[in-house]
């Protein structure tokens, strides 16, 4: 297949772009790089030292004798290059990766709810649009994330996008079928959710097909792909803004930070390892829709687990102590999750679950590259709202951190 | 109170801004006038003769002694100055109408689907940033359809935005109060769903105090404020793009051309009249919510009908014909509506029903300014695919009209 990766010098994209390319797929990575002009505003980098994208691939087609061609467009700013692209190249499969996707990020300030907002909305809305001008027939499969879900306290078990409910009407009960009722919590996590009423409608009056892959937490950082030369080195996000959960707690034991936990860490979230990622993105790609298919909704996780437990999971393994921190976000303190994935299990996916011996490793990678860590940016800055940054503002540097371990 | 009329250049933002006015407010109108341009962008026009918004600023002042205010501010690209302007004004209420309004004309191109995408989420979420940042505690009215319902064949009556539901847990079934399910119909439609979702997570996070006003489709022209001078005259759209239903009918009754019905006319949808819009802004504005609360949603509405039995009673009272076209847009050819909308009527709304009478005086304002209707623009050309634009463009002007009255 000819594949176009959007923001495939991404986190996530970057793997999946090698792995697909592993697998004898063209591939076609269409990225602006703003995530590295991110890093250059935020004055921090990958813990890993990744290479240019230019680079990269030639050290790809070095190792691997594969071409993994690079395109250099805006997607939400440039859609008549996009469009023209698509038009010329043809591909029989898109994934789309290109969002900003950091909830801290997404709430810094005015400016940073803007630059998310336009971004990825019109990032989505444009490809949409040029797939129906192009009329090519492409099989879309989009990232969003399990956090649009809200976390809601209603004690069911949450389905893969859908959700079966029972309303009142004049002749009796009646069942339908509608789209998870979502509660995003962030700005980031609301742009997911506009992005999927964006889907419903392009399924429906276009026919497009599409594939919303709502993925949990990814943690780790190598796949198959990535360890074959050094140089091929994913990124890898320790940061207050980029950094999530469980990445961060591995990093930070491996420099001797405490683990940075917010409030009591009774949030539950789920989690998939890097490796699972690409091989879903691997499978949902066999597994395409129809023309005139509703949007197919995989949830791309494959367990959950309480933010403190894996705290106490990593000091266990590391020593490291933990810090119980003032919350900068909005949200429960504790919740329950369980979610379903029975897509990926029925095609096929094996999970790599929470191993000691690969959360080691990670912390193996960041010790070799410790020294690249300022520790002044490990902390989360990032207020949801002006009264808690007063809140937690003063505490900033975690200076009474309660250690418990 | 000081109030913001966001729009207020607008069909429903004139009057608005008049009435609001009337009642001794101090009106402020932002709007960057991009319908004015749209008018010169489709080379059409009101068939009403407006004046430049600073010249009805002027006349009204001459007759009610009241000052309107003007501001060129666009929402969607001016961040900076609305925010600026909301710091230094201070208003107490701001009623946004400021969107792209038309289903049509977001469904003629690429270039309007992303236009419109682009200028309605973000004037919204500016507005919502500039809220958020400026701490004024304004209350935030925003204009919404009954569109985003989707004319869903459930049979149950179309609540206030809310909708109860049960679900399945795996103890017992359990009662939820979710945001009615939307399955917007045009990329327009699509916006006003997203903008559902801003402003729960707003209210949400911020605690921002919102108003979401599901509106009907708007009918009439002039409003007990808009009569008191010639120049303080509505805009009227008579065109294919932004003319809605009634009005149309009204106008192609008022020169002979056949009321131009889309399919079989089975389209059941809901209306207001314009001088009960303006009375439910008032309204709306009386019974804000507090800090904290959750959105507001009134459906705005009076009545609903079939748009043939709306054909049929134009035919009768003018003796025009009816002519069923190709429908345009893809749509359920026939489905039944039922729009709760108790609230308005709990705070005390005595709608104004489609009396004869209000009909015939819009067709009199219709024929005092017929010379200035271009009857090539009164079809309409926007279809909702290529497919359907394939078909229809095979009888684009109507010339196999099958009149039936
Ligand atoms: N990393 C996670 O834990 C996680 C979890 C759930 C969902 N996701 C989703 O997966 C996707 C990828 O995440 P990631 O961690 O790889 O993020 P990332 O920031 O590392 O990668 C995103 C890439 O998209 C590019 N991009 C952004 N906007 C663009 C635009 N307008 N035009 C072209 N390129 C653009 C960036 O330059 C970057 O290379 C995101 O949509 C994210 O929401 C990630
Ligand atoms: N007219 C109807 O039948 C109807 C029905 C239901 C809902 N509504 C809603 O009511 C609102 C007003 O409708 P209308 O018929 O008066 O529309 P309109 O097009 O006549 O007025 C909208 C006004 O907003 C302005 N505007 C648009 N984008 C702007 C931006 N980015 N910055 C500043 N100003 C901007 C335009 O210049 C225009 O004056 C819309 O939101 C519409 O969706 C209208």
Redesign the interface.
């Given at each position: 297949m000819k594949i176009a990766v959007l923001g495939g010098d991404g986190f996530c994209g970057w793997p999946t772009s090698l792995h697909l390319s592993n697998l004898g797929h063209e591939v076609h990575i269409i990225d602006n790089l703003s995530r590295r002009w991110i890093d250059t505003e935020l004055g921090v980098q990958s813990l890993t030292p990744m290479d240019s994208i230019q680079e990269r691939c030639r050290i790809w087609k070095e190792v691997s004798g594969e071409q993994i061609h690079f395109h250099l467009i805006d997607l939400a700013k440039e859609?008549y290059r996009l469009?023209d692209w698509l038009a010329e190249e043809k591909p029989d499969a898109i994934v789309h990766f290109a969002e900003q996707r950091a909830a801290p990020y997404s709430m810094i300030s005015?400016r940073h709810?803007?630059y998310t907002?336009?971004n990825n909305?019109?990032a989505t809305?444009?490809l949409l649009?040029?797939l129906?001008?192009t009329?090519i027939d492409a099989h879309l499969l989009h990232l969003g994330t399990t956090g649009v879900y809200g976390y809601s306290t209603?004690?069911?078990?949450i389905p893969e996008g859908y959700?079966?409910?029972?309303?009142?009407?004049?002749?009796g009960?009646?069942g339908?079928e509608?789209?998870y009722?979502?509660?995003?919590?962030?700005?980031y996590h609301?742009t997911k959710?506009?992005d999927q009423?964006?889907f419903?409608?392009y399924a429906?009056?276009?026919g497009l097909r599409i594939t919303d892959l709502h993925q949990g937490i990814v943690w780790g950082t190598n796949t198959d792909q990535t360890k074959r030369h050094e140089q091929l080195i994913n990124r890898f996000d320790y940061d207050g803004d980029y950094g999530t959960v469980l990445n961060r707690f591995l990093a930070q034991a491996a420099i001797g930070y405490p683990l940075t936990v917010h409030g009591t860490g009774g949030q539950t979230r789920a989690f998939i390892h890097i490796q699972d990622t690409v091989r879903c993105i691997e499978l949902a790609l066999r597994d395409a829709p129809e023309s005139g298919d509703r949007v197919k909704i995989f949830n791309q996780m494959t367990e959950t687990h309480r933010v403190r437990d894996l705290a106490e999971l990593v000091a266990k393994i590391t020593g490291a102590e933990i810090a119980y921190l003032p919350n900068p976000r909005?949200e429960a303190a504790e919740n329950e999750l369980i979610v379903k994935n029975e897509h990926f299990l029925d095609l096929g996916l094996n999970p790599v679950t929470l191993q000691e011996g690969l959360l080691e490793e990670v912390v193996e990678i960041a010790k070799k590259y410790a020294h690249r860590i300022d520790r002044s940016r490990v902390p989360a800055h990032s207020a949801?709202?002006?009264e808690i940054a007063h809140r937690v503002n003063h505490d900033p540097e975690g200076k009474h951190l309660k250690s418990v371990s």
């Open positions: 859609y469009r005015e709810k803007i907002v336009d909305i019109n809305h444009n649009v040029a129906v001008e009329d209603v004690g069911a078990p959700l079966d409910v029972t309303i009142d009407t004049p002749t009960p009646k339908m509608i789209l009722p979502t509660k995003p919590g962030s700005v609301m959710s506009l009423i964006m419903q409608f429906q009056n276009d909005k949801w709202t002006k």
